[in-house]
T-cell receptor, first 115, second 115 residues
Framework: DGGITQSPKYLFRKEGQNVTLSCEQNLNHDAMYWYRQDPGQGLRLIYYSQIVNDFQKGDIAEGYSVSREKKESFPLTVTSAQKNPTAFYLC??????????????FGPGTRLTVL | QQQVKQSPQSLIVQKGGISIINCAYENTAFDYFPWYQQFPGKGPALLIAIRPDVSEKKEGRFTISFNKSAKQFSLHIMDSQPGDSATYFCAARGSSSSNTGKLIFGQGTTLQVKP
């Protein structure tokens, strides 16, 4: 069953702790993305990667870090430097990530709550 | 910063009615305009998309109208059904030479179709 999986579905974190969100895809896509979604706002790009071992900052990268050691995996770490981390986090992937018509497919999301 | 402005923020339509969601963009380098549908607690899914070389695209009950000179595009949902109740996002994307293929999302419209 092909697709994008994100885990966990819900995550609770205490202030000052780092936490890592998992994203895995078996679609053989080269490009992967992390978005943040807040109520009443559109999706905002945190980081993206168009190829293994390479990634670029999106519009709101401060307080986040990523790695892309394997094609199918793109974990996101929310660090203690992120001022307001409570949000719904969405991972996406696409075939190549360069042409404008390259469709992005989204995972089911992880809801992070900082206590 | 490149923007896509979406309206209305929320919309209530009677079953069988027409739902209309509007978006406006600023960057003339955008050349691909997808619409995504998101159900609560799920990731967005591509609904329909259009290139600026056509003024209208129809897929079933969903139609995109595109006005290149006004830099506006809209989603029309004909014969709206309660199952269409979801959040809809417009988005825009340019070629890789202009913005490395990043999707820019509107703020989202929450649609409720009353039975």
């Amino acid at each position: 069953d092909g697709g994008i999986t994100q885990s966990p579905k819900y995550l609770f974190r205490k202030e000052g702790q780092n936490v890592t969100l998992s994203c895995e895809q078996n679609l053989n896509h080269d490009a992967m993305y992390w978005y943040r979604q807040d109520p009443g706002q559109g999706l905002r790009l945190i980081y993206y990667s168009q190829i293994v071992n390479d990634f670029q900052k999106g519009d709101i990268a401060e307080g986040y870090s990523v790695s892309r050691e394997k094609k199918e995996s793109f974990p996101l770490t929310v660090t203690s430097a992120q001022k307001n981390p409570t949000a719904f986090y969405l991972c996406a992937s696409s075939i190549e990530g360069r042409t404008s018509t390259d469709t992005q497919y989204f995972g089911p999301g992880t809801r992070l709550t900082v206590l | 910063q490149q923007q896509v402005k979406q309206s209305p923020q929320s919309l209530i339509v009677q079953k069988g009615g027409i739902s209309i969601i509007n978006c406006a963009y600023e960057n003339t380098a955008f050349d691909y305009f997808p619409w995504y549908q998101q159900f609560p607690g799920k990731g967005p899914a591509l609904l329909i998309a259009i290139r600026p070389d056509v003024s209208e695209k129809k897929e079933g009950r969903f139609t995109i109208s595109f006005n290149k000179s006004a830099k506006q595009f809209s989603l029309h949902i004909m014969d709206s059904q309660p199952g269409d109740s979801a959040t809809y996002f417009c988005a825009a994307r340019g070629s890789s030479s202009s913005n490395t293929g990043k999707l820019i999302f509107g703020q989202g419209t929450t649609l409720q179709v009353k039975p």
